[in-house]
Protein backbone atom coordinates (compact mmCIF):
# COMPACT_ATOMS: atom_id res chain seq x y z
CA UNK A 1 0.00 0.00 0.00
CA UNK A 2 1.11 3.44 -0.92
CA UNK A 3 2.53 5.56 1.90
CA UNK A 4 -0.01 8.25 3.14
CA UNK A 5 0.37 11.98 1.69
CA UNK A 6 1.22 14.67 4.01
CA UNK A 7 0.33 17.24 1.68
CA UNK A 8 -2.80 15.91 0.58
CA UNK A 9 -4.05 15.55 4.26
CA UNK A 10 -2.88 19.17 5.19
CA UNK A 11 -5.12 20.31 2.55
CA UNK A 12 -8.10 20.61 5.00
CA UNK A 13 -5.59 21.14 7.84
CA UNK A 14 -7.76 23.68 9.73
CA UNK A 15 -10.79 21.25 9.72
CA UNK A 16 -8.57 17.94 10.38
CA UNK A 17 -7.06 19.83 13.17
CA UNK A 18 -10.66 21.11 14.72
CA UNK A 19 -11.58 17.51 16.74
CA UNK A 20 -7.71 17.45 17.83
CA UNK A 21 -7.96 20.81 19.33
CA UNK A 22 -11.51 19.54 20.70
CA UNK A 23 -10.04 16.49 22.34
CA UNK A 24 -6.98 18.56 24.18
CA UNK A 25 -9.10 20.93 25.75
CA UNK A 26 -10.83 18.16 27.40
CA UNK A 27 -7.70 16.43 28.75
CA UNK A 28 -7.20 17.39 32.46
CA UNK A 29 -4.14 19.04 33.23
CA UNK A 30 -1.56 16.55 33.59
CA UNK A 31 1.68 16.44 35.77
CA UNK A 32 5.00 16.95 33.73
CA UNK A 33 5.85 13.55 32.33
CA UNK A 34 5.82 11.19 28.93
CA UNK A 35 2.94 12.19 26.78
CA UNK A 36 2.80 9.78 23.33
CA UNK A 37 0.69 10.97 20.39
CA UNK A 38 -0.03 7.86 18.52
CA UNK A 39 -1.05 8.18 15.09
CA UNK A 40 0.71 11.53 15.28
CA UNK A 41 0.37 12.23 11.03
CA UNK A 42 1.98 15.25 10.01
CA UNK A 43 2.57 17.15 13.58
CA UNK A 44 -0.56 19.11 13.88
CA UNK A 45 -2.20 17.24 16.51
CA UNK A 46 2.14 16.84 18.20
CA UNK A 47 1.62 21.08 18.20
CA UNK A 48 -1.03 21.03 20.14
CA UNK A 49 0.47 18.41 22.62
CA UNK A 50 3.70 20.69 22.98
CA UNK A 51 1.60 23.65 23.51
CA UNK A 52 -0.53 22.51 26.06
CA UNK A 53 2.21 20.67 27.73
CA UNK A 54 5.19 22.80 27.19
CA UNK A 55 7.33 21.05 30.40
CA UNK A 56 6.50 17.50 29.75
CA UNK A 57 8.66 15.07 27.10
CA UNK A 58 5.86 14.60 23.32
CA UNK A 59 6.90 11.48 21.23
CA UNK A 60 4.94 11.53 17.93
CA UNK A 61 4.42 7.67 16.57
CA UNK A 62 3.16 6.69 12.86
CA UNK A 63 3.96 4.61 10.00
CA UNK A 64 4.31 7.14 7.45
CA UNK A 65 7.54 7.99 6.18
CA UNK A 66 6.23 11.19 4.80
CA UNK A 67 4.19 11.83 7.56
CA UNK A 68 6.52 12.24 9.93
CA UNK A 69 9.39 13.79 7.71
CA UNK A 70 7.01 16.59 7.37
CA UNK A 71 6.31 16.31 11.50
CA UNK A 72 9.78 16.41 12.32
CA UNK A 73 10.79 19.38 9.74
CA UNK A 74 7.79 21.34 11.75
CA UNK A 75 8.78 20.23 15.18
CA UNK A 76 12.33 19.61 15.36
CA UNK A 77 12.49 19.87 18.92
CA UNK A 78 10.67 16.45 19.36
CA UNK A 79 11.65 12.87 18.97
CA UNK A 80 9.10 10.71 16.23
CA UNK A 81 8.97 7.08 15.94
CA UNK A 82 8.29 5.03 13.04
CA UNK A 83 6.00 2.56 14.71
CA UNK A 84 2.34 0.75 14.59
CA UNK A 85 -0.10 2.01 17.11
CA UNK A 86 -1.44 -1.57 16.87
CA UNK A 87 2.35 -2.99 18.43
CA UNK A 88 4.09 0.36 20.16
CA UNK A 89 4.09 0.57 23.50
CA UNK A 90 5.86 2.88 25.89
CA UNK A 91 8.85 1.69 27.49
CA UNK A 92 7.93 3.91 30.98
CA UNK A 93 4.22 4.58 32.09
CA UNK A 94 2.93 7.60 30.31
CA UNK A 95 1.18 10.45 31.63
CA UNK A 96 -1.05 11.03 28.85
CA UNK A 97 -1.66 8.43 25.29
CA UNK A 98 -3.29 10.30 22.55
CA UNK A 99 -4.59 8.78 19.31
CA UNK A 100 -6.44 11.32 17.27
CA UNK A 101 -7.98 9.66 14.22
CA UNK A 102 -5.81 6.80 14.58
CA UNK A 103 -7.76 3.35 15.98
CA UNK A 104 -10.35 3.00 13.32
CA UNK A 105 -7.10 1.23 11.22
CA UNK A 106 -6.29 -0.44 13.82
CA UNK A 107 -7.16 -4.20 13.88
CA UNK A 108 -8.44 -5.38 17.18
CA UNK A 109 -8.68 -1.48 18.30
CA UNK A 110 -10.80 -2.24 21.32
CA UNK A 111 -8.61 -4.72 22.74
CA UNK A 112 -5.38 -2.62 21.57
CA UNK A 113 -7.07 0.85 23.90
CA UNK A 114 -7.13 -1.57 26.75
CA UNK A 115 -3.55 -2.31 26.10
CA UNK A 116 -2.72 1.08 26.14
CA UNK A 117 -5.03 2.01 29.24
CA UNK A 118 -2.48 -0.37 30.91
CA UNK A 119 0.44 1.00 29.71
CA UNK A 120 -0.79 4.65 31.96
CA UNK A 121 0.89 5.59 34.78
CA UNK A 122 -1.27 6.29 37.95
CA UNK A 123 -3.34 9.40 37.05
CA UNK A 124 -2.34 9.03 33.54
CA UNK A 125 -5.34 9.64 30.38
CA UNK A 126 -6.04 7.85 27.11
CA UNK A 127 -7.51 10.63 24.91
CA UNK A 128 -9.01 8.99 21.40
CA UNK A 129 -10.69 10.30 18.91
CA UNK A 130 -12.16 8.23 15.88
CA UNK A 131 -13.75 9.39 12.54
CA UNK A 132 -17.35 7.53 12.90
CA UNK A 133 -18.43 7.88 9.30
CA UNK A 134 -18.15 4.44 7.91
CA UNK A 135 -21.80 4.18 7.32
CA UNK A 136 -21.84 8.30 5.74
CA UNK A 137 -22.42 8.79 2.15
CA UNK A 138 -19.10 9.71 1.37
CA UNK A 139 -17.54 5.85 2.69
CA UNK A 140 -20.63 4.11 1.55
CA UNK A 141 -20.02 5.56 -2.07
CA UNK A 142 -16.79 4.23 -1.88
CA UNK A 143 -18.17 0.52 -0.77
CA UNK A 144 -20.30 0.85 -3.52
CA UNK A 145 -17.72 1.85 -6.54
CA UNK A 146 -15.62 -0.76 -5.06
CA UNK A 147 -18.02 -3.12 -5.92
CA UNK A 148 -18.89 -2.69 -9.41
CA UNK A 149 -17.12 -5.08 -11.89
CA UNK A 150 -13.95 -3.11 -13.06
CA UNK A 151 -13.04 -3.25 -9.91
CA UNK A 152 -14.54 -5.71 -7.94
CA UNK A 153 -11.73 -8.38 -7.58
CA UNK A 154 -9.03 -5.73 -6.82
CA UNK A 155 -10.73 -4.40 -4.33
CA UNK A 156 -13.09 -7.13 -2.90
CA UNK A 157 -11.12 -7.31 0.14
CA UNK A 158 -9.89 -3.39 0.67
CA UNK A 159 -13.05 -2.11 2.66
CA UNK A 160 -11.37 -4.65 5.65
CA UNK A 161 -8.59 -1.65 6.26
CA UNK A 162 -10.80 0.14 8.16
CA UNK A 163 -12.61 -1.49 11.16
CA UNK A 164 -16.28 -0.03 12.12
CA UNK A 165 -16.78 1.17 15.31
CA UNK A 166 -17.85 -0.71 18.00
CA UNK A 167 -20.83 0.32 20.15
CA UNK A 168 -20.53 3.19 22.88
CA UNK A 169 -21.04 0.97 25.73
CA UNK A 170 -18.60 -1.73 24.08
CA UNK A 171 -15.37 1.00 24.70
CA UNK A 172 -16.96 1.95 28.17
CA UNK A 173 -16.91 -1.46 29.33
CA UNK A 174 -13.43 -1.92 28.00
CA UNK A 175 -11.70 0.55 29.89
CA UNK A 176 -13.73 1.13 32.96
CA UNK A 177 -12.19 -2.23 34.05
CA UNK A 178 -8.87 -0.32 34.05
CA UNK A 179 -9.76 3.45 34.36
CA UNK A 180 -12.27 4.66 36.92
CA UNK A 181 -13.39 7.64 34.90
CA UNK A 182 -14.05 7.49 31.06
CA UNK A 183 -15.68 9.97 29.74
CA UNK A 184 -16.75 9.39 25.54
CA UNK A 185 -19.06 11.08 23.40
CA UNK A 186 -20.08 11.60 19.63
CA UNK A 187 -19.74 14.67 18.05
CA UNK A 188 -20.88 15.52 14.42
CA UNK A 189 -19.07 18.52 12.54
CA UNK A 190 -20.66 20.66 9.74
CA UNK A 191 -17.69 21.40 7.20
CA UNK A 192 -18.21 24.03 4.88
CA UNK A 193 -15.71 23.06 1.84
CA UNK A 194 -15.58 24.77 -1.86
CA UNK A 195 -17.14 22.06 -3.64
CA UNK A 196 -18.10 18.87 -3.73
CA UNK A 197 -14.83 17.86 -5.45
CA UNK A 198 -13.20 18.69 -2.37
CA UNK A 199 -15.05 16.26 -0.10
CA UNK A 200 -13.69 13.88 -2.98
CA UNK A 201 -10.15 15.60 -2.50
CA UNK A 202 -10.70 15.25 1.67
CA UNK A 203 -11.11 11.50 1.43
CA UNK A 204 -8.18 11.13 -1.25
CA UNK A 205 -5.80 12.15 1.95
CA UNK A 206 -7.77 9.23 4.20
CA UNK A 207 -10.58 6.99 3.79
CA UNK A 208 -10.31 6.36 -0.35
CA UNK A 209 -6.42 5.75 0.10
CA UNK A 210 -6.39 2.06 0.48
CA UNK A 211 -9.06 2.01 -2.15
CA UNK A 212 -6.36 4.18 -4.87
CA UNK A 213 -3.70 2.31 -4.04
CA UNK A 214 -4.69 -1.04 -5.28
CA UNK A 215 -5.51 0.21 -8.66
CA UNK A 216 -3.50 1.01 -11.78
CA UNK A 217 -3.45 5.22 -12.80
CA UNK A 218 -6.34 4.46 -15.69
CA UNK A 219 -8.32 2.48 -12.70
CA UNK A 220 -7.89 5.38 -10.06
CA UNK A 221 -8.83 8.15 -12.76
CA UNK A 222 -11.88 6.34 -13.41
CA UNK A 223 -12.87 5.02 -10.31
CA UNK A 224 -12.40 8.76 -9.24
CA UNK A 225 -14.25 10.19 -12.17
CA UNK A 226 -17.29 7.58 -11.19
CA UNK A 227 -17.06 8.10 -7.24
CA UNK A 228 -16.83 12.25 -7.72
CA UNK A 229 -20.86 11.98 -9.84
CA UNK A 230 -21.73 9.64 -6.39
CA UNK A 231 -20.47 12.48 -4.34
CA UNK A 232 -21.59 15.85 -6.24
CA UNK A 233 -25.11 13.34 -6.49
CA UNK A 234 -24.98 13.07 -2.35
CA UNK A 235 -23.51 16.52 -1.19
CA UNK A 236 -25.43 18.50 -3.85
CA UNK A 237 -23.59 22.32 -4.43
CA UNK A 238 -25.35 25.15 -2.27
CA UNK A 239 -26.38 28.40 -4.63
CA UNK A 240 -22.94 29.77 -4.60
CA UNK A 241 -21.18 26.32 -5.51
CA UNK A 242 -19.93 25.13 -1.68
CA UNK A 243 -20.82 21.56 -0.28
CA UNK A 244 -21.79 20.42 3.25
CA UNK A 245 -20.11 17.34 4.50
CA UNK A 246 -21.14 16.41 8.11
CA UNK A 247 -18.80 14.29 9.94
CA UNK A 248 -19.66 12.29 12.89
CA UNK A 249 -16.27 11.67 15.38
CA UNK A 250 -16.38 9.27 18.56
CA UNK A 251 -14.18 10.95 21.56
CA UNK A 252 -12.98 9.23 24.46
CA UNK A 253 -11.07 10.14 27.09
CA UNK A 254 -10.11 7.61 30.22
CA UNK A 255 -8.55 8.03 33.69
CA UNK A 256 -6.51 5.66 35.49
Known amino acids: MQDWSAQQYLLFE ?32 TRLLVERFPSSEVIGVDT ?39 MQWVPRH ?36 ASRPRYRYKLARVGASREPIGQL ?5 ALSLLCPSVD ?13 GAIVEWVKGT ?24 IAHAYPPRANGEALLPFPRLFIVAER
Open 14 to 45: AERSRPAIDLVNRVPPRPRGLIVDLGCGPGNS
Open 64 to 102: SIDMLTTARTELPGVQFALASAATWRPTAPANLIFANAV
Open 110 to 145: IEVLKELAAALAPDGALAVQMPDNYDEPSHILMREV
Open 169 to 173: QDYFE
Open 184 to 196: IWRTTYLHRLSSP
Open 207 to 230: GLRPYLAALTASERDDFLFQYSAE
